[in-house]
Every structure is written in structure tokens, then in C-alpha cells.
């Protein structure tokens, strides 16, 4: 595993093009595209303000830089770096600005989403798109780009929206069965809608792509709903966290549940591996690592008890948005694994067994679970804590790895680059490139660090 | 009674009102009186007696107590102290018979009291110890049935209690319950309230957007603009077309082509796991035929009617879903078919095992006197001692086969050499051996020779003497005939010295080289096979013999090998036997030995080298 030196950046901004080619960062007010083999600078831009948010168009040709504070929108040209291209909101404002999936077009929603803009970079014609429901993931594209989902609200009710990405037609609109929907999103094949309703309830409703109510699931009543939805990426099942703190997979056939995952504090079945993360004197471990770690190592280490249980958070139930449930869940590329998190025990992460549907192996960290991200290419996961390593799961083990440098890099969030050979991990002010080696070499650091039970 | 009150003397009005109490009770009967006696009499009350005794009769008053006690005596019923009075002025005189008769009577009488006194005295103590400990009984009941009481009356204060706490708790539960009904209607009306004031509020704010949007788009805000270099091409390179119905029907056909080929593609994934499933039930079924066909005949032959139908169905079906086209067609028509054979096949298999279980359970019941049926616990002891000896052949064909390789793979100079020098040895031990079979055979050879030579010797003197005999008989002969007599003796005596001589010659001649030939021959022999014994391991000129004699113990080795193979274990081999057949066995036993060491060290290193990694 080989670190890249430490570049600058600001507000956690730094994506990978979708080509995998270029390297987008932000510091300030400009904007560093690198390339990701060589890290040499390509394109420098400035934009006019501190940028808030920037995105790739989905051909990698065009990089859009929002500035909502000053309602701004500039998009830049990879091929011609003299081109440039800003949109104003003016006194609108603006809160969010995305791509349409065909990379040609923009939508801006204005402050109070009183509506969407399209602007499109091909011609003169501006959209708008009116009542926008201020809502958790209000817009969401099809994989293939075709069609855009987007939640509604009017006379209190709430609507979906199904447009035709190509001419911004309007194919389908209905009403959903919802007290205030909080979030929709596309099955991975396109032809699914799942919409959510709010935490007061829980209620999931999924919709055909022509608009048909395919089927309502609604686990229990009174109490907290839904905190998070994922589709596997062969769209077969839809895991449902919730703030009961289980996950229950739906199944893509009758649309009722199959399992659920319940996430206990005390793992009693001792067949479930449990890395917990220790603290280690330096010399030991570690040692194999390409790079030189310059400090303590914390090898994840199995723990071989029949009962183990996990360090839990008392939640604060007077407040809103309280930290239980499942607030974060993702599956494995190959649809084979489930990464979840729940909120109460924040310094765990569940990896569940999809194909057997059981608890697969639970990492304990020393610190809170901030975010994590699978592998594009095979069932890996890294994990970070805001702390200055770095975490890796694979079935076949466990490792933790020291960012080098001066000071901590706390690793504050990370992205896979698409091959799965390298990743940028961003602290607060930088971010760096970690590059893993071969499968070979990671495979038996990753025997050499994992326990056996 | 009133008679006697008057009659009684005053002066024991006292005593006699006693004794009239008695008097007045003697027409009961005297054994009464006795017991009342005895009731009333005590031991102070004898003493008082005797004191008034005493005093009772005195000197003046003799006449007037024995007439006292005469009446008294007759009262009591015994006879009169006095004699009959013949006539009535004569006075009467005592009786004192009947007076030592009525004393003896009194005292026999006094006896008996006392006697029966004790008695009583004794039952009566018996009585009261008897109703001491009755007593004490009955008060020890009493206080258990207090304390009984007192339980009772606890247990019921707790009943009591319990049932007011569950009451209470009734009570609190129902309040509870109450008021979680309250709260959800509470919670309910707040979410109505909540949600009328979010409508309301969203109205509000509706209309506000709607004013915000009037006054901040509607109105010509040049800033709310798009600042762009030149337009880009799309990135289909198609130019944008305009939006008319026509789009519109065509967004509708793709939309639905997508759906459409989304459930195709479904469809698609469910008729490959519909016709997996399928195969797997073919199979099944054609498992469960297969299986249930042996046992057909069985059944049928029992009485069982409704098994035996089945089955004929069944075949019913095997014969119709033999055919492949069956599993092509829609699941609708041959689901029915399908499921009731399933069915069918099922139940009749479920009733085959449930029978099959009868039997074990019957055979369970009834196999420990049966000798017959071999009982689970031995099959299963007798499958692993199979299956261990098993193993263990299949360990030998392997250090067997590991010592085939090693044989044909070991063929460099050191395993050869040893291999040969192996063989060497082995033909200098079975020449020895050869060597002193052959020393024996000679020595016997001698022995007898000798004895050959001495029966040789021995007839030679008696012929010897026979010949002396003989001359002297014939010099005798010849001393009595004449002179021409002597002659004859000459050509006689030629004659008989020329074939006695012969005779005599051969002899010795054969008996001489026997004594001779053995000779060479020990001396011959012993020097050749020394040197042969010697040049054995080195000179060329012996090898093609020893290569004959390797062959040779080669085949009998491989013969003796196979015995060993089949009927001794090597163990056994390895040790001493003065056969020569074995001996030479034991060689290859012995070389087993050490190979099956190689083995054994080849699988150690083996087992490390896999404990390595």
C-alpha cells in the first residue's frame, strides 16, 4: 500500500471523474483537476467565490462548481480550458445544482425550492420544473440515464414526477400515499421507484416506472420509521434501516420481507467474528506494510469470546433526529455482502451475509464509524473514523493502515477511485491518494492482520 | 328406713348411719356391697376401724356387743353367733364355732378386699396415668388446633391481602390502561392538530412561495441569467428536437419497451429456475420411482388395497412423465398431474417409512431374543472394524505402492550398489548354509564308508582264514595221498590261487578307493567353495554364477514374498527361522522393514514440509 503525498483541499471536496481518469479537488476558490496516475496538475480554474460543491458531468467532459452563497453556477471544460460557462440564480438563490445524467444539462433548485431550473449548455431553452418538495433525496436518475424521479408537494400532498431525461418531458405523475415523503430512489435496473415517508412513520411504497403502485410495506406503527434505504446492485433486494435499529431485506418478487437483521449490542453466536480495534505497541504488526508506518499501529484483532458485546451510546430521546437506528447501509458490488451501521453503536459496522442471510463478521473501532465505502470492483470495505488510519475489510480479514506524514491526517471521508486500486481519503484541509497493491500482496497482509476464530 | 332409725342405739347413730347406708343396700347384693366397700373404704378408714374396735367392746359391754354383731353378723347374711334357742326364755348361748367360722369367713373375706383393693388401687393408677396422658394429648391437640387456627386465620389475612393488591393492581392496570388510551388519543389528536397546523402552514407558505416566486421570477431579474462561452454539442450528437405528441407517444413506447424488457428478462430468470426446479423434481420422482418400485411387489402381495392402488397410478404416471415433452408444457396443465403425483408418491413413501419404522420398532422389541437379526450396534461395530481394516490396507497397498516407486525411481548408483551387496550377502548366507547341509551329507557319506571298509576288512580275514583253513585241510589231504596226489593239489591250489587272488584284487582294489575318493573330495571341496565364498563379492568369473543364483533366490523371494504378503505379517517375518525358505523370507521381510522406514521417514518429511507453510 503506497500513499500519494498530502495535497490541500477544502470543504471535503475531491472527486474522481467518472472515467477514472481525472482528479477533482477544490481549495478555496479554485479548482485542481489532476491526473490520477501521475498526480501532475492539468487544469486550474478559479471560480469567483469559495466553492460549496462541484460535480462531474457523467462523460468527465465538464465539472460543475456551485457557490450557493452567491447563487453561482460555474462549469468548466476539461477538452477546452478556455471555455467557461456561469449561471446565475440571482435573488432565487440557490441551495442545490446537479447534472443531468447526459452531462448537458444542469438543475438548479432555488432557495425555498420554490422551483428547478434546467439550463441546458446545447441550447438557449431553460426548464422549470415547479413545486420541488424540499425533501432528503428529492431527485434521483435512472442508472441508464433515461429518467429522473422527482418528489413533489402540492396542496399537501405528496407527488412524484416522472420525466424523460432526453427532451424534459414529463412521462408520469402521481400521487404518492404518503404523509411527507422524505426520499425516493431507482431500483438499479430502472424500472422501480421506492419512496419513503417520513420518520414518523413507516411506510415504504414501490412504484412501477409507468407509474403503478407495486406494493406498500409498513413494518410497525407508532414508533420511528425509516432512517435509510439501498437497493443491491441487482436491484433483488431492498434493505430498509430503520430506526428500531433493524434492517429488513425486501425481496425484488413479492415485495415482502425476507429477513431481518437485527443489530444487538451483545453478539452472543460465537461463530461471528468480531474484529475489535486495539491499540498496539509499535513494534508490533505492521511490519509488512510497503510504506513505513511511523507510529503506533491498531490492528483490528479477533476476539474469540462466546459473547462479546459492543460499546453503545445512550441516545437522547428528547431531542430530534435522535442517534439510534440504521443510519448508514450499503451493499457490495456483488450484491453478496451488506455494510451497516448503526447509529447507537456508531463505533461498529455489521457486515452481513447476503447469499446466507447472516451476520457475517462486526468491526469494532475505538472511534465512530464516519463513513464507509465498498470496493467498486470486489467485496472490500474501508472504513474510516475521523482518526489517522485507515480501515480495510475483506472476507478474508481485517487491516488498519497509518496515513503517513507530518501530524494526523484524520481521514474525515473517502472515495474509491472505479478500478478499486486506489482511493482518496480527505481530512479537513487535505486529502491524499492511498494506492493498494496488487490482490496478492493485500490478500496476505490482509491473513497476516485478520484473526481466525 | 325409717324402722332403723328409730331401732338404731344412739350412741352409733353415727357409725350406724353409715352402716344403715349400707344396710339399706344389702338387698342389692353383697358383691355390691363389696365394691361400694372398697369404693368408700380406705386405708385411713381400716385404722379408724381398728381404733373403734377397740373402743367398742369392753368388759361390761360383751353381752350387748356380741349381740350387736350377732345382729349385724345376720344383717350381713351369715349365720347366727348364737346357738338355736330351744326355747325362748333360755338365754342364748354363743356359738363359738360359728363365731371362729364367722371370723374366718370375715378375714377370708377381709382378704379378698384387700386383694381386690389393690386391684383397683393398681387400675385405678393405670386409669390415671391413662388420663394423665389423655390429657396431656388432648391439650397438645388443642394447642395444635390453636395453632392451626391461627394459621388459618393468617393464610386468609393474606389471601385477603393479595386479593386487595390485585385488585389494586387491577385497578392500576386498568388506570394505566386508561391512560395509555388517553395518550394515544392524546397523541392522535395532536397528530391531527399537527398535521392541520402543518397544512396550514404549509398553505401559508405555499402562498408565500407563490408570492416570492410572482415577485422574484416573474419580474425581469437580468441577473438570473446563463453566461456562456458557446454551446456544446450534445453528447449524442444529435441535435435536440422539439417536444410535440409525437414525442411524447414515443417517450410512452420506450418507457413501456423498457418494462417490457425488464419482465421479459424476469420472465426469462424464472422459467431457467422453473425449469431447474423441474429437473430437480424429475429427478426426485425418478429417485422416489426407483426407490418405491422394489418394494411394489411387496405391499401387494399384503393386503394393503389403498398402497397397492397408488402404486398402480404411479406407474400410471412414471409411464406418462417419461415422456421429456411433459416438463416442456405450462406449469397449469401439469401442475395438477404433477402435484397429485408428488403427492401420491410422497405418501406412499411416508407409509413405506412409517412401516419401515413399525418394523424396526417390532424387530427392536423382539430382536434382543432373536439371534438372527443382527442387532444396529453390532452392523455398526462390524462396518468400522470393516472400515478400519479397510484403512489399514489401504495404508499398506500405499507404503507398498511408495515402495514400488521407490524401487523403480531408486535407481542411482549408491541404492543399486547396496541393493547388489544386499543380494551378495544374501547368497554368501545361503551358500553357507548349502556349505554345512552339504559338510553333513559327507560326514555321513564317511561314516558309512567306513562301515563299508570294515565289513570290507573283516570279510577279507575271514576269507583270509577260510583260505588257511582250507590249506591246511588240503596240505593234509595232500600229506595222506601219494606223490601224483600232489600234483593235483599244485594245479588245485593254482587254480584256486589264481582266482582267489582275482577275487581278492577287486576287492581290495574296491574297498581301496572309496578310502581314497572321500578324501579328495573333502579335501577338494571345502578349498573350492572357500574360495568361492571368498571371490564372491568381487571376481567376475563367479558373477554369472551368482547372477543364476540371484535369479533363483530372486523367484523364490517373490514366491516367498507373496506368502508373506498374504498370510505373515512382516513383523513376524523379521524374525528368526532356521528354514532356509525363510530365512531367505525374512531378507525381503527385512528390506520391507527398512523401506517401510524410508516410507515412514518420507511421510514425516512429508508432514513437515506441510506444517511449513
Redesign the interface.
Known sequence: MNFSEVFKLSSLLCKFSPDGKYLASCVQYRLVVRDVNTLQILQLYTCLDQIQHIEWSADSLFILCAMYKRGLVQVWSLEQPEWHCKIDEGSAGLVASCWSPDGRHILNTTEFHLRITVWSLCTKSVSYIKYPKACLQGITFTRDGRYMALAERRDCKDYVSIFVCSDWQLLRHFDTDTQDLTGIEWAPNGCVLAVWDTCLEYKILLYSLDGRLLSTYSAYEWSLGIKSVAWSPSSQFLAVGSYDGKVRILNHVTWKMITEFGHPAAINDPKIVVYKEAEKSPQLGLGCLSFPPPRAGAGPLPSSESKFSLQTLKPVTDRANPKIGIGMLAFSPDSYFLATRNDNIPNAVWVWDIQKLRLFAVLEQLSPVRAFQWDPQQPRLAICTGGSRLYLWSPAGCMSVQVPGEGDFAVLSLCWHLSGDSMALLSKDHFCLCFLETEAVVGTACRQLGGHT | MGDWMTVTDPGLSSESKTISQYTSETKMSPSSLYSQQVLCSSIPLSKNVHSFFSAFCTEDNIEQSISYLDQELTTFGFPSLYEESKGKETKRELNIVAVLNCMNELLVLQRKNLLAQENVETQNLKLGSDMDHLQSCYSKLKEQLETSRREMIGLQERDRQLQCKNRNLHQLLKNEKDEVQKLQNI?ASRATQY?HD??RK??EY?KL?ER??QL??NKK????????????????GKR??W?TGK??AR??D???K??LN?YEYRQKQILMENAELKKVLQQMKKEMISLLSPQKKKPRERVDDSTGTVISDVEEDAGELSRESMWDLSCETVREQLTNSIRKQWRILKSHVEKLDNQVSKVHLEGFNDEDVISRQDHEQETEKLELEIQQCKEMIKTQQQLLQQLATAYDDDTTSLLRDCYLLEEKERLKEEWSLFKEQKKNFERERRSFTEAAIRLGLERKAFEEERASWLKQQFLNMTTFDHQNSENVKLFSAFSGSSDWDNLIVHSRQPQKKPHSVSNGSPVCMSKLTKSLPASPSTSDFCQTRSCISEHSSINVLNITAEEIKPNQVGGECTNQKWSVASRPGSQEGCYSGCSLSYTNSHVEKDDLP
Open positions: 397523541i398535521n402543518m397544512k404549509e398553505r405555499n412561495k416570492l416566486h422574484v421570477m431579474d437580468k441577473k438570473i441569467a446563463m453566461d456562456i462561452l458557446n454551446y456544446v454539442g450534445r453528447a449524442d435536440g428536437s417536444r414525442t411524447e417517450n410512452e420506450e418507457m413501456y423498457i418494462l425488464d
